[in-house]
């Protein structure tokens, strides 16, 4: 036998473990968590229980698809639990304050959302400043910012308001069935879907990508560097401002700094995203999947009684697997 076909011999059988968990860990990790879960209590695999998980998932999965588009062109947007906070409490402020109808409050919304994202990419873009001190400061700036529009106070009907009267607006019935079934897990798989075919199939998703894999190549190649990514910032919080929307439509009041415990799960979703299926990068199908990971993790404690502390513990721990696999397979 020869040297050559030696080699082919020991290439076609050589298993690497560390390719294959790369690959296919997150999905095989799931298949386990859910075998586990079932096995331990048979309510587990419900319809109504899986329907429950997708419908906790999707408004972290429209929050880490945000941060997915600014992972692409090689940022991070830590901003997107304040924005989300932001637009909820806008949204039913427009509704309860002020008795405007839907698509006002939506618009308003959305608007001061794109407001944060623009602010975000000018000063990355412009002022040079690293997209993790930048969005760091602007989270804190956010929430400072929901905290004096909403005075510290809950938004609901019938409030009561500083003068001593009531609230006299009402949230439209239109508006409370977004985050319903089955309506918040279509937007989420629409959300989803659109990302995925906008960053893998069209021209500007490759772009980005380039950004994010060598942002001087991209520029030497003529791509608009700063264009994407002022795009990509604003992407990044008008997703936000939707989960923040929908969160609000889910629980029909604006909470102080209601989006803040989302910030991690997204986070994590988004990175535990990259390995799916040997990506490699950032891409929204992963995302859904990392969103589908931790809401199966968090769901099955619960049942499993495990205290809500030790979610964190939990959660975290997959999240630093997530990334030791991804960055030793990238290092390596």
Not at 48 to 59: C, E, F, G, K, Q
Not at 120 to 141: G, Q
Not at 282 to 304: D, H, K, Q, R, Y
Request: a positive charge; one cysteine or more; hydrophobic letters at 55%.
């Amino acid at each position: 036998m020869s040297t050559k076909e030696a080699s082919a011999k020991a290439g076609a059988t050589t298993f690497d473990f560390v390719s294959f968990l790369y690959r296919y860990g997150t999905i095989i990790l799931i298949v386990l968590l859910v075998a586990l879960f079932a096995s331990l209590n048979p309510a587990f695999l419900q319809p109504a229980n899986l329907l429950s998980i997708l419908r906790s998932i999707s408004i972290v999965t429209l929050i880490a698809v945000g941060i997915t588009i600014s992972l692409s062109v090689g940022g991070f947007d830590l901003s997107v639990g304040s924005v989300a906070s932001l637009a909820n409490a806008v949204v039913i402020s427009m509704f309860v304050w002020y008795s405007q109808p839907t698509l006002i409050a939506l618009a308003v919304g959305f608007a001061v959302a794109l407001c944060v994202g623009l602010f975000n990419a000018w000063m990355i873009v412009k002022i040079r400043i690293p997209d993790l001190l930048l969005t760091l400061a602007v989270m804190f700036i956010i929430q400072g910012v929901a905290l004096t529009y909403t005075r510290g106070a809950t938004i609901s009907q019938n409030m009561i308001m500083s003068d001593g009267s009531y609230a006299t607006g009402q949230i439209p019935a239109f508006f409370s069935q977004l985050g319903r079934l089955p309506y918040i897990i279509i937007i989420m798989v629409v959300a989803v879907i659109v990302v995925h075919i906008f960053l893998t199939y069209t021209k500007h998703g490759r772009y980005m990508y380039m950004i994010g894999g060598n942002e001087e190549a991209a520029r030497l190649s003529g791509i608009p560097v700063n264009r994407y990514k002022v795009l990509a910032y604003s992407l990044s919080a008008l997703f936000a401002a939707l989960g923040g929307i929908v969160l609000a439509s889910r629980v029909m009041t604006a909470e102080i700094n209601a989006g803040g415990p989302y910030l991690m799960d997204a986070v994590a979703a988004a990175f535990i995203g990259f390995a799916v299926l040997g990506a490699g990068k950032p891409n929204a199908f992963g995302t859904f999947v990392g969103a589908v990971l931790i809401g199966i993790l968090a769901n099955g404690l619960i049942m499993m009684n495990v205290p809500y502390y030790a979610m964190d513990i939990v959660k975290g721990s997959v999240l630093a697997l997530a990334l030791a696999v991804t960055y030793y397979k990238q290092t390596n």
